[in-house]
Every structure is written in C-alpha cells, then in structure tokens.
C-alpha cells in the first residue's frame, strides 16, 4: 500500500533552535518528493521538489534530503524564527501519473520565543 | 497576480442542502484540483482536469461533481451535502508540463454539514 509517514506529529522548540522533520514512504514506482509549509488557516506552500537523482535541496534556511534507497527523506530548518511555526507536509508523486500524490498527515511545528 | 482565488472562504449547510464551490486561477495553468483536507489525515484528490472542458475522478470523488467550462474556473459541487462532507476544501493548480509542477494552493474553504 502507498503510504506516506511523517514524524513527529508534532514538535516545540525555541526560537533560533535548528530541527529535523522526517519522511518514510513506501510509494512505488517514485517520481519526486515536494515538502510543503501550511500555515494556519492557509493552504500548503511548495518550499522543495526532489527527484530520484537528487540528494539534497535547499530554499533559505530549509533543507530537504532524499535516501531513494530506504525511502527516506528529511526536512532540515537552520536557526529556525518565530514564522517557522506551521505544518510541513510531505509530498510523494507516483511515476507515470502527474496526478497520483501521496500526503503526509503533517509535522507540526510551533517555534517559541 | 492573485495566483488560485477560493469562494466562499466559510460555509455551513444543512444536510441535503446543495452548494458550489468556485476556484479560479490566473496563472494560465492547465491542470486544476480539488482536495479535501481532514483533521489525522492528508490531503485527498476529488476531482481534477487536465485541461478546458475535462475532469477527471481522484481518491474520493462520491457524492461530489466538477466542471470545467474555462480554462481559469474549475467548480466542485455538493447535490446533496451529509455530515460526511464536514471538511476543509482546497483547490490547487499546475502548468501541466509534467510530473515535477509546482502545485499552487487556494486559502481553502471551510464547510461544515449539520
């Protein structure tokens, strides 16, 4: 079965901390992997989009890694700020389809001063 | 550019009752989605449309129906609204070049069916 977990389901920390949110998924065949930001009440913003061949990709103080491999991938947010706070959603797209994607439930992340 | 536009933002119906949502984008996107967003759960496709005049069935698509007269409008009705349907509802588009298009998220519409 497609699945796509994400973990912890939550997650507190202090202003100017680093984090690591993480991804396991068992979808096959595998495309790419998206990380998206949801702020309350907003809908999800793409931050990285990864394919099989890539490894690591950043936007700003976001970090994204992909092990193809043992189906793992990793969102890593640098000296994190009071806006951070949000769910980051792990996104998994099937091969051959541009509209078959697999949802994380989310990490969600609040940052305090 | 307002980028993908939702109406309404909030909506409560009764049961049995009926209702469309409208989702409207600028961009020139081909490809246009509709989501439904549940507390413990991620997002699951209703409908889509590749293009003008298509739709197609995603995960979830009972009890709801779509059009797609115009390129920048894509509709997702209720006939017949149960308590079920209570979710947050996002619609979302792409270019349509392929598997690695951005998706763009509307703010959502939140419905509740009493």
């Known amino acids: 079965k497609n699945q796509v977990e994400q973990s912890p389901q939550s997650l507190i920390i202090l202003e100017g901390k680093n984090c690591t949110l993480q991804?396991?998924?068992?979808?096959?065949?595998?495309?790419?992997l998206r990380w998206y930001k949801q702020d309350t009440g907003r809908g999800p913003v793409s931050l990285t989009i990864m394919t099989f061949s890539e490894n690591t990709k950043s936007n700003g103080r976001y970090t994204a890694t992909l092990d193809a491999d043992t189906k793992q991938s990793s969102l890593h947010i640098t000296a994190s700020q009071l806006s951070d706070s949000a769910s980051y959603i792990c996104v998994v797209s099937a091969s051959l389809s541009t509209n078959q994607f697999y949802f994380g439930t989310g990490t969600s992340l609040t940052v305090i001063p | 550019n307002a980028g993908v536009t939702q109406t309404p933002k909030f909506r409560v119906l009764k049961t049995g009752q009926s209702m469309t949502l409208l989702c409207a984008q600028d961009?020139?996107?081909?490809?246009m989605y509709w989501y439904r967003q549940d507390p413990g759960m991620g997002l699951r496709l209703i409908h889509y449309?590749?293009?003008?005049?298509?739709?197609a069935k995603g995960e979830v698509p009972d009890g709801y129906n779509v059009s797609r007269l115009k390129k920048q409008n894509f509709l997702l009705g209720l006939e017949s609204a149960a308590p079920s349907q209570t979710s947050v509802y996002f619609c979302?588009?792409?270019?349509?070049?392929?598997?690695?298009?951005?998706?763009?998220f509307g703010p959502g519409t939140r419905l509740t069916v009493l």
């Open positions: 449309s590749v293009g003008e005049g298509t739709t």
């Open positions: 979302a588009s792409s270019l349509g070049r392929g598997g690695l298009d951005t998706q763009y």
């Open positions: 991804c396991n998924y068992t979808v096959s065949p595998f495309s790419n």
């Open positions: 961009m020139n996107h081909e490809y």
